[in-house]
C-alpha cells in the first residue's frame, strides 16, 4: 500500500480512522472524553476543526489546516512543545500515539490501536464542505448507533446549534448553510449522492 500525501498547510482535509481489525477505538465514555482532551492538545495548535464524530469503532474529522507561519507562531509561544516544527501529518499521528499508549496501559492490551496510515481526502468545493458536514454529524445514525443522529453526545452538531463555548469553527458552519435553521434542514433532508462518495471513499460497514 503507497504512502498518502503528508497533509498540506492552509488546506481543508476529511480525515477518518478506525479501529484495527475493527476493534472498538472508545469502549466508555471516559475514553471520547479523553481523546478530544487529547485532540485539543495536539490537533488546535495545527489546525482548525470545523465538524467532528467519534463513533465506537471510527471516527470523522473535517479540518482545515494552518498556515505554515501559524504553525510556527504557535511553537515560538510553546503551544506546541517540540523543538523541532511538527507537520501536521506528524501533529495526527502523536495523537494516535499518545491515545493508544493510555489505551493499552489502561485496558492492558499490546499492540496498534488505530489503522495506519489514517485516511484523508483533501476537499477543495465549498458544496463538499456542507455535504460533509451533514454527512458527518448523521454517521451514528448511519451505522446504526442512534435511531437520531441529534441525540449523539460525541459530535459538532449540538455544538454548531449551541452558544456555549466551542472550539468548533461554529461561525464558519452555519454560514456555509446560510443559517441554523437551513442547517437542520438539510441535515434532515440529507441523501447521500455522488458527491458524497467522492468525499469519503469508502465507509466503515
Known sequence: MSSP??????????????????????????????????????????????????LPNHFHLLIHTRKEEEIERAQQLKVIKNSKLLTPSQSFANLFSAYSMAINKHYARTGSLFEHPFHRIRINNEQYLTRLVVYIHRNPTKHRFTPDFRNWTYSSYQAILSDKPTHIKRDHVTAWFGDQPNFKRLHEQFVEDNVVKHIILEDFD
Open 5 to 54: 500525501e503528508p497533509l498540506q498547510a492552509d488546506t481543508y482535509y476529511h480525515i477518518f480512522n478506525r479501529g484495527n481489525d475493527g476493534e472498538n477505538l472508545f469502549r466508555e465514555p471516559e475514553n471520547y472524553r479523553y481523546f478530544l482532551k487529547l485532540y485539543l492538545n495536539h490537533i488546535e495548535p495545527i489546525a482548525a476543526t470545523f465538524a467532528y464524530c467519534l
